[in-house]
C-alpha cells in the first residue's frame, strides 16, 4: 500500500523551530519520522539552542516519550544547537554526526564564539548550547534498517545527507547540501545555494551529482519544508550552483562589489525570482541570507 507521510501525520512529521534571527516561523524544520513498523523514532537535525524547549514541547505533543536517535546533518547551529538540552530530556537517545563534527559537539564553545562572528550579533544565539557527554553518540558505522548516510560535504566539510527507505517511499534528508528551498505566496518556489563561509564549491558539486543519484520520491528540508518535485529540485539547484559559479566569477573580474553580484543574480537567477513573492519577514530573513552566502561563494571561488 502507498503511504503518503504527510497526510499521515503520525509518521512524518514537520517541526518549525523557532529560530534566534527574528523569524519565529518557517525558518527552520526539523524532522521527526515514527516508524512503527520498525519500532523506531529518530529526528533529523534539531534546531538551535534556543528553540530546544519548544522542540521538547512538540515532540511531547506527539506522544514521544523514547527518541532512539537524533542524526544531525552537520554541526551548524541552527541545525544542532539544541542536541544538548534534547539529551537533558531523552537521556537514553544516542547522536550520530560525521566524525569530523563531533568535537564541536562535545565542546562547543569555538564553533558558538565563530558563529557569532559569521551571522554578527543577534543573528546567533547569545547563550552556548549545552556539551554532549562523550558517550551519547552512534558509533560511526552503525546501521538502521533503511538508512543510508551520504557523505555530501559542501555547505560543510563534515557535512551528511540521509536517505530513509520505507514501503514505496524513498525520503531524502539532504540537510544543506542541495540549497535551500521555499514555496511562496504565489506557490512559486524560491530556491539558494547555501554557501555561508567557509564553503566548499567544488565539493558542493559533487555532492549534488551523488544525491541527483538517489531517486527519492520526497525531499525534507531544513530550510524549509518539502517537495515531491525530487528530480525537478535536485536538477534546477544543481544547475543553480553551475549559473552562480559562472555568473559570480564574470562579475567579480568585472570589478563588481558583493552587494552587485547580490542585485545581478536578483535579476539573472530564474530561482530567485521568488524572493519578490516572500512573505515580509521570510523575505528579509533570506536577504540576509542571500548576502551572506554570496560572500561564502565569493570566498570559494578566489580560495580565500
Ligand atoms: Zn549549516
Redesign the pocket.
Same mark, same amino acid.
Given at each position: 500500500m502507498e503511504r503518503d507521510f504527510l497526510e499521515k501525520e503520525d509518521e512524518l512529521l514537520l517541526l518549525d523551530i523557532p529560530t534566534v534571527c527574528g523569524v519565529a516561523k518557517q525558518a527552520f524544520s526539523a524532522w521527526l519520522v515514527k516508524d512503527a513498523e520498525r519500532r523506531v523514532n529518530f529526528l533529523v537535525d534539531v534546531g538551535s539552542f534556543s528553540g530546544a524547549s519548544y522542540l521538547i514541547k512538540r515532540l511531547k505533543r506527539a506522544n514521544i516519550v523514547r527518541l532512539d536517535a537524533i542524526l544531525l546533518? /552537520?554541526v /551548524?547551529l541552527? %541545525?544542532a544547537g539544541g542536541t544538548g538540552s534534547l539529551l537533558q530530556t531523552f537521556p537514553e537517545t544516542k547522536v550520530f554526526c560525521h566524525p569530523k563534527g563531533k568535537p564541536h559537539l562535545i565542546a562547543p564553545k569555538r564553533l558558538w564564539q565563530e558563529t557569532l562572528g559569521v551571522m554578527g550579533p543577534g543573528t546567533a544565539e547569545e547563550e552556548m548550547p549545552i556539551p554532549l557527554p562523550e558517550d551519547s553518540f552512534l558509533l560511526d558505522d552503525f546501521s538502521l534498517s533503511g538508512l543510508t548516510i551520504l557523505e555530501t560535504p559542501g /555547505?560543510?566539510s563534515h %557535512?551528511c545527507s540521509f536517505l530513509y527507505e520505507i514501503g514505496r517511499e524513498r525520503i531524502l534528508f539532504p540537510?544543506?547540501a542541495a540549497g535551500a528551498f521555499r514555496r511562496t505566496t504565489t506557490g512559486e518556489i524560491f530556491v539558494r545555494p547555501?554557501s555561508?563561509p567557509i564553503f566548499f564549491l567544488e565539493k558542493a558539486n559533487e555532492s549534488l551529482k551523488k544525491l541527483e543519484k538517489t531517486n527519492p520520491t520526497l525531499i525534507c528540508f531544513?530550510h524549509y519544508g518539502y517537495t515531491r518535485d525530487t528530480s525537478f529540485f535536485l536538477e534546477n539547484s544543481h544547475g543553480q550552483l553551475l549559473l552562480w559559479r559562472k555568473l559570480v566569477a564574470e562579475l567579480l573580474s568585472a570589478g563588481r562589489s558583493e552587494r552587485e553580484i547580490f542585485e545581478e543574480l536578483l535579476k539573472r537567477d530564474p530561482l530567485l525570482h521568488g524572493f519578490w513573492s516572500l512573505k515580509k519577514p521570510i523575505q528579509d530573513h533570506e536577504a540576509r541570507n542571500l548576502t551572506i552566502c554570496i560572500k561564502g561563494f565569493v570566498k570559494s571561488l578566489l580560495g580565500a
Open positions: 546533518t /552537520h /551548524h541552527d %541545525h /555547505h560543510a %557535512h540537510g544543506e547555501s555561508p531544513p
